[in-house]
């Protein structure tokens, strides 16, 4: 009956998913683990909730808030399955089939053939909501008597490298570090945090994680266009999975147009748009 069971799981894969080559999922529960950019937590919550009703033998187990670099701990052999990053480098970094110009260690922790685009973001600047009291509105004015602080993501995130990106083009970088202004958060979540808790002046987050937060952040401005790369997540299954069938049947899950419906709820965009 067991045996049955698994059978009639995998034929459920299939054509769900549409992209796998029939194998019996293994039986008996299972937990995958996927590190997944900080700015993700809250539609991938619900993507998760939503797959454990198709599989619900397979457990979802994410990693949002690293105490260091997902890059880093994956390297140093944390167990990872399926990795998600805010920023093209982050994958980059792990993937030598990107070539030793973005790869120049030769790190080699993607499985080939599993990297997909899954969603894009836009970077915007928040303040506390009902406490703009200068009328900040536009990035230029952090070096305004309009702020006193600002928090940015470090620079060793995506948000903090979006974030000087875009300070670098408008030509302002070099004078915000001279006028100590900027305060640091490690994910894009510290930096939300910040900015909601009037701790600073605004912030600059992703589009969505000011849209998640709305009842205490509002956005006053959108990045000039051109001042930052474009926002677009990348996604693999990791070479070391212990768990390569299950790993690839989420990953084609999440490429799926009910999950493209989840995130667009949350205010990603699809790659590309």
Known sequence: M?????????LVLFFILGSLVFCPVSEGATELSVFAAASMTESMTRVAE???????????????????NAETQIEQGAECDLFISAGQKQMNELDVSAGPKVNKTGLDFVKPGTRFNIVSNKVVLIVPKGRN?????DFRDVTTDKVSLVAL???DVPVGQYSEEVYRNIGLWDQMKEMNRITYGSNVKEVLSQVAAAAVDCGVVYGTDAASAADRVEVVAHAPEGSHRPIVYPA?????????????AF????????????????????PGK
């Open 50 to 68: 939503e797959y454990g009703k198709l599989v619900p033998d397979v457990t979802i187990v994410y990693k949002f808030r690293l105490q260091r």
């Open 133 to 137: 009291t200068k009328g900040i509105s």
């Open 236 to 248: 693999a299954v990791m070479r070391a999975t212990r768990k390569p069938v299950e790993a690839a």
């Open 251 to 270: 990953a084609s899950f999440l490429q799926s147009p009910q999950c493209a419906a989840i995130f667009e709820s949350y205010g990603f965009s699809k």
């Open 153 to 155: 993501g470090n620079s």
């Open 2 to 10: 067991k045996r049955s069971a698994g059978v009639l799981r995998s």
